[in-house]
């Protein structure tokens, strides 16, 4: 259990079908990543539509530590100047594992000493991997059981080369080096070794992101990447709107019936979100894409799924809490990582569905989730985890009295989840 400065949020049931059309706020996963490119570019970087949330604030406050000018325009824009990197800082990660796996690479680039902490929940994610490998790139780093806080002592330049690491608990310790490769003297060679290796599709972003701003790198092996040393360029750099938050509302049709259009949605993207539509179809949805975006349209059927979330475990809270409301068995694999995230979500997720009177089991590497008829109403806990709140929202629609715990926690990547929430279920409260 957490404790909260908020009271629980009563999470509005649907009373009838759905009809909503939702504009989201732009990826924290594009956000967090332009913001770092931004403040390693040769030049100034507009940077369209970016995300406001926490994590982004506290990527942006970082980089600002370490002497990048970031100006927000009247627009909502943000115009990025790159930084000097020669000044000492002291770096709040919050809970941002972006911001925790990011910025070390690129503060160690620093000729001054930059020290980093976080929340207390932030303390216990794991680290060892980040601080391991920037030692291994020579770099002096100062740490207690690797984790939370550190302090890196930086020479002004990093030289970089051939690089092995275990990124089996995060695929963030990958993506957090090869953004800054680019200015190491000879860039890296980045191998994983280890079981396996969580969200791929997050370092295909990366890469991605890379290349689109003149950096060149390959990857001549399924878990080999290169980073050639040069410079990045700046320009003008769009960002999506946020897939993986589309998720709950995409759900909202399933679980209430109707439809649900999220416009913008992209032709083509990185995004593990955009998962959500194969899934989702698979789960008894119907989905479209046209000029205005991507629709989902449902009878309020759910159907039980058995799916390997490795490619994107960001997306089992949404699918967990449809599995908790559908009317035959799920089994979820490919997530172990999970334990590591914000809160241990496999925990989470089996204790607040139990809770409800759901039936969940953990397992080794995800969750098996059989159909219950007694679903009831129960103070449903967030566990400083914005997407343990938005799996509890889900859930509400078709429950009364759930209760969440901490809406505001949804804060971390979509401030207005709340609000968008209840506009969207207007017509049908």
Same mark, same amino acid.
């Given at each position: 259990m957490t404790l909260s400065s908020y009271s629980p949020w009563p999470a509005p049931v649907a009373k009838g079908p759905i009809t909503a059309e939702v504009a989201l706020p732009g990826s924290k996963s594009l956000t967090n990543r332009e913001l770092v490119l931004s403040a390693l570019a040769k030049e100034q970087t507009l940077l369209v539509a970016p995300l406001k949330s926490r994590d982004s604030q506290l990527m942006i406050e970082a980089l600002r530590s370490l002497g990048t000018q970031?100006? $927000?325009? $009247?627009?909502?824009?943000?115009? *990025?100047?790159?930084?000097?990197f020669n000044q000492k800082a002291k770096i709040d990660c919050g809970l941002a594992g972006t911001v925790m796996r990011f910025v070390p690479p690129i503060a160690a680039l620093s000729s001054e000493e930059i020290h980093f902490d976080g929340d207390e929940a932030?303390?216990?994610?794991?680290?060892?991997?980040?601080?391991?490998s920037l030692r291994g790139l020579g770099v002096t780093v100062h740490d207690k059981d690797g984790a939370l806080p550190f302090t890196i002592e930086g020479a @002004?330049? !990093?030289? #970089? #080369? $051939?690089?092995? !690491?275990?990124? +089996?608990? &995060?695929s963030q310790f990958v993506s957090g080096l090869l953004l800054a490769a680019a200015r190491f003297d000879d860039g890296i060679t980045l191998r994983h070794e280890g079981e396996h290796l969580p969200s791929l599709p997050h370092i295909e972003m990366t890469l991605d992101c890379l290349a689109k701003r003149g950096v060149n790198v390959s990857s001549p092996a399924p878990? *080999?990447?290169? *980073?050639?040393? @040069? =410079?990045?360029? #700046?320009g003008r750099i769009a960002i999506e709107p946020d897939l993986s938050n589309a998720g709950p509302f995409l759900a909202a049709a399933m679980v209430a019936g109707g439809s649900v259009t999220i416009p913008g949605w992209p032709d083509s993207t990185t995004q593990v979100g955009d998962e959500f539509d194969g899934i989702l179809q698979q789960m008894g949805a119907r989905i &479209?894409? +046209? %000029?205005k975006g991507l629709t989902i349209t449902s009878d309020g059927k /759910?159907? #039980?799924i058995t799916i390997d979330l490795s490619i994107g475990g960001e997306l089992a809270p949404v699918i967990a809490a449809l599995a908790a409301i559908a009317d035959s068995p799920s089994r979820i694999s490919g997530i172990a990582h999970l334990r590591g995230h914000e809160t241990d979500r496999l925990a989470a997720l089996a204790t607040e569905i139990n809770r409800i009177g759901g039936i969940c089991r953990e397992t080794a590497d995800g969750l098996e *989730?059989?159909?219950? %008829?007694?679903?009831h109403g129960a103070l449903w806990h967030t566990y400083e985890d914005h997407r343990m709140a938005t799996a509890g929202a889900i !859930? @509400?629609?078709?429950?009364? @009295? /759930? %209760? /969440? =715990?901490? !809406?505001?926690?949804?804060?971390?990547?979509?401030p207005t989840f709340d609000k968008l929430w209840l506009d969207m279920i207007g017509t049908a409260i």
């Open positions: 970031i100006k $927000e325009l $009247e627009s909502g824009d943000l115009l *990025v100047t790159p930084a000097a932030a303390r216990r994610r794991p680290m060892n991997v980040t601080i391991s @002004g330049r !990093i030289r #970089g #080369g $051939e690089l092995t !690491i275990d990124a +089996s608990s &995060s878990t *080999v990447w290169q *980073v050639q040393p @040069g =410079e990045i360029n #700046g &479209s894409r +046209s %000029e /759910i159907n #039980g *989730v059989d159909p219950s %008829e007694n679903l !859930i @509400g629609l078709r429950v009364p @009295g /759930i %209760e /969440i =715990e901490d !809406i505001k926690t949804t804060s971390k990547t979509m």
